[in-house]
């Protein structure tokens, strides 16, 4: 059975650390493009942040720039997020998803057409 299950989320102090992981299980991540998403409570599903099968191309949504980074260890079949000076906005769910189709990766962040997704993990940033 194909999954993806998320950890390492948690509750955090503003200005703390954090990092993401997707697991895959009962299939590879090599050719599949990565994306992790937020959503709040009734409100829509956001990108954060997607990387290409390779490693090579990376998107970050601009909440996400220079404190998020995203990378892939295909060995390991476990792509991450690390997050770091969180604030209590970016507390939410968080969500991998996966996808090996063709649309741009762009497209496909911004759009969130991904055909896996997991369970998501809770980010809690709180004093």
């Known amino acids: 059975q194909r999954q993806l299950v998320e950890s390492g989320g948690g509750l955090v102090q503003p200005g703390g650390s954090l990092r993401l992981s997707c697991a895959a299980s009962g299939f590879t991540l090599d050719y599949y493009r990565i994306g992790w998403f937020h959503q709040a409570p009734g409100k829509e599903r956001e990108g954060v942040s997607c990387?290409?099968?390779?490693?090579?191309?990376?998107y970050y949504a601009d909440s996400a720039k220079g404190r998020f980074t995203i990378s892939r260890d295909n060995a390991k079949n476990t792509v991450y997020l690390q997050m770091n000076s969180l604030k209590p906005e970016d507390t939410d769910i968080y969500y991998c998803?996966?996808?090996?189709?063709?649309?741009?990766?762009?497209?496909?962040?911004?759009?969130?057409?991904?055909?896996?997704w997991g369970q998501g993990t809770q980010v809690t940033v709180s004093s």
């Open positions: 990387i290409s099968s390779s490693g090579a191309s990376t």
């Open positions: 998803a996966a996808d090996s189709g063709r649309l741009h990766l762009l497209s496909l962040c911004l759009s969130a057409q991904f055909s896996s």
